[in-house]
């Protein structure tokens, strides 16, 4: 793994059940996350993603790419255009650095209206036990 090699992308269908078990799971219960009237009555076409769901996912995707010893140590993200249900977002990931055995990770997530998601991750890979990039690497040690 080197800087600007790329992850390949993660698509994600948002679904009404997405977006409302995220905010419960979140404890977010703005009505916005759940109640598709009262989401029209504030200026939205629908419920949408919180922010809690998309760092998960974000972090999902990170996490899956880089082996169940990567631990993640820093996610900075914005937001964007809403994650209505019914859309797709796909996350994609460029290395940007890699210092040792951390790398940070410029992450997208665009979806039917624009960019849902920008920001970085910080990525720490293997774990004190064994070979710090093997994971990473795409081998066991």
């Known amino acids: 793994m080197k800087a600007g090699d790329r ?10 059940t997405l977006i409302v ?9 703005q ?13 939205s076409p ?14 999902r995707y990170l996490t899956d790419h880089f082996g169940p010893r990567a631990v993640l140590t820093k996610v900075a993200i914005r937001l964007g255009a809403p994650n209505y249900p ?19 990770v410029r992450i997208v997530g665009t979806n039917g209206v ?3 998601v ?3 991750a910080t990525v720490t890979l293997g774990s004190p036990l064994g070979n710090p990039l093997g994971s990473a690497l795409g081998s066991d040690e």
């Open 7 to 16: 992850i390949p992308p993660l698509e994600i269908p948002i679904t009404r």
């Open 21 to 29: 078990a995220g905010a419960i799971a979140s404890r977010d219960y």
């Open 31 to 43: 009505d916005v996350h759940h109640d598709p009237e009262l989401a029209r009555e504030k200026g």
């Open 46 to 59: 629908d419920v949408f993603m919180n922010i809690l769901t998309t760092n998960g996912l974000v972090g």
């Open 86 to 104: 019914g859309d797709t977002m796909v996350l994609t990931g460029t290395v940007e650095s890699l210092e040792g055995a951390t790398a940070t």
């Open 114 to 116: 624009g960019h849902h």
């Open 118 to 120: 920008t920001g970085t």
